[in-house]
T-cell receptor, first 111, second 114 residues
Framework: GAGVSQSPSNKVTEKGKDVELRCDPISGHTALYWYRQSLGQGLEFLIYFQGNSAPDKSGLPSDRFSAERTGGSVSTLTIQRTQQEDSAVYLC?????????FGQGTRLTVV | AQSVTQPDIHITVSEGASLELRCNYSYGATPYLFWYVQSPGQGLQLLLKYFSGDTLVQGIKGFEAEFKRSQSSFNLRKPSVHWSDAAEYFCAVGPNSGYSTLTFGKGTMLLVSP
């Protein structure tokens, strides 16, 4: 596609439910990132995929968070048993060489 | 570990005035440096980047930034601010070899007064 696409754009979920956030990167980009943006906290790195290498999961805040990237393209970020502190905007980015292109984000609200 | 500091959380500038947003980084070698802008409800858009060479880089929308190795800084400037520049600005640093993540600062919110 022309850009990084994320879905849904907004998600409201009840505390304790699982959610899946989807990211369609730019075709041909080998790297894919997930970041979380909370008010006043900047961008918090979550996970990074590069080609066929093992993902860098060092930013995942707890074992309730997981992500996969199927076929080197689409990625899904899953949050299990959501908590109110998970409320944030989740941003996905892809890159082919250094420059990262961001999607519009998914605003997650846990009520 | 790499880190980015944007010391100003908010800055207010009059329309037509000049702008400088500060960014300091911590990195063990020469990094790749970026400035992104985020308008409300939008994703991040790349303004400019520094990889190597000329330390003064030009970007989109009339922005420029200067890499100063001795000061570990990469400040963003614009000679004349327009109301449409009101947004949040993020500085980011990445490694200049291999593939790895970008580390972002906490952002500076730019407000433009008439």
């Amino acid at each position: 596609g022309a850009g990084v696409s994320q879905s849904p754009s907004n998600k409201v979920t009840e505390k304790g439910k699982d959610v899946e956030l989807r990211c369609d990167p730019i075709s041909g980009h080998t790297a894919l990132y997930w970041y979380r943006q909370s008010l006043g906290q900047g961008l918090e790195f979550l996970i990074y995929f590069q080609g066929n290498s093992a993902p860098d999961k060092s930013g995942l805040p707890s074992d309730r968070f997981s992500a996969e990237r199927t076929g080197g393209s689409v990625s899904t970020l899953t949050i299990q048993r959501t908590q109110q502190e998970d409320s944030a905007v989740y941003l996905c980015a892809s890159s082919s060489y250094r420059e990262a292109f961001f999607g519009q984000g998914t605003r997650l609200t846990v009520v | 570990a790499q880190s980015v500091t944007q010391p100003d959380i908010h800055i207010t500038v009059s329309e037509g005035a000049s702008l400088e947003l500060r960014c300091n980084y911590s990195y063990g070698a020469t990094p790749y440096l970026f400035w992104y802008v985020q308008s409300p409800g939008q994703g991040l858009q790349l303004l400019l980047k520094y990889f190597s060479g000329d330390t003064l880089v030009q970007g989109i929308k009339g922005f420029e930034a200067e890499f100063k190795r001795s000061q570990s800084s990469f400040n963003l400037r614009k000679p004349s601010v327009h109301w449409s520049d009101a947004a949040e600005y993020f500085c980011a640093v990445g490694p200049n070899s291999g593939y790895s993540t970008l580390t972002f600062g906490k952002g500076t919110m730019l407000l433009v007064s008439p």
